[in-house]
């Protein structure tokens, strides 16, 4: 067995809040590993919808780990259809399925369930806002009669103003009253 030697630093605190080391006993390491990684165990039965948030009138995909025996209904208040399910993975073994959102869902969040054997999983679907188009014509503004050619920044008349002024002033207002006045 191959091993080296190696010297730890222990650190300390003083009162006045300054560090000290001071060496630690000498100790043999070994290079060989002791144990294995082991995986956390899979939460199982389990369900999953991807993608999580969604639009209405989207499909979505629903996977379901359970064994194929043992899956019963797959429901949600916001799925209009759930299509067959298939094995999509064998160990362990997760069943997949196409289902539609519902066109006239409002945005919020859906449960979906599924039922393994007796056991209930549940999981949350995020219906979105379908965003507002950006081409609808600018509301009406009230016109004046006199028309504005297209691009023009001047502002708009008020109504009943019949006086416009033909060159708009720059700068300061002249009071008069110089050095000389």
């Keep these: 067995m ?13 009162a ?8 630690a006993a000498a100790q043999e390491v070994s290079t060989t590993p002791t144990t294995t990684f082991t995986p956390p ?27 194929v025996a043992d899956l019963g209904e797959v429901k949600s208040m916001v799925l209009d259809r759930v299509g067959k399910f298939e094995i999509t993975s064998e160990n362990p073994v997760i069943l997949g ?14 449960a979906v ?12 679907l995020e219906v979105a806002a379908v965003p507002t188009s950006s081409n609808k ?10 028309t504005m050619p297209p691009g023009s920044s001047a502002a708009p008349v008020r109504p009943g103003s019949d006086r416009q002024v033909s060159k708009i002033p720059v700068g300061a207002p002249q009071t008069g009253g110089g050095p000389f006045s």
């Design 2 to 14: 191959l091993g080296y030697r190696s010297v730890l630093a222990v650190t300390g605190v003083l």
């Design 16 to 23: 006045c809040g300054a560090a000290l080391a001071t060496p």
């Design 41 to 67: 165990p899979m939460q199982y039965p389990f369900i999953a919808v991807s993608p999580a948030k969604s639009k209405a009138g989207e499909d979505v995909l629903v996977s379901v780990g359970c064994p």
């Design 97 to 110: 399925a196409v289902a539609h959102i519902d066109d006239k869902a409002r945005p919020g969040f859906y």
């Design 113 to 124: 369930t599924a039922l393994c054997k007796t056991k209930t999983v549940t999981i949350n």
């Design 137 to 146: 014509p600018p509301k009406p503004t009230t016109s004046t009669g006199k």
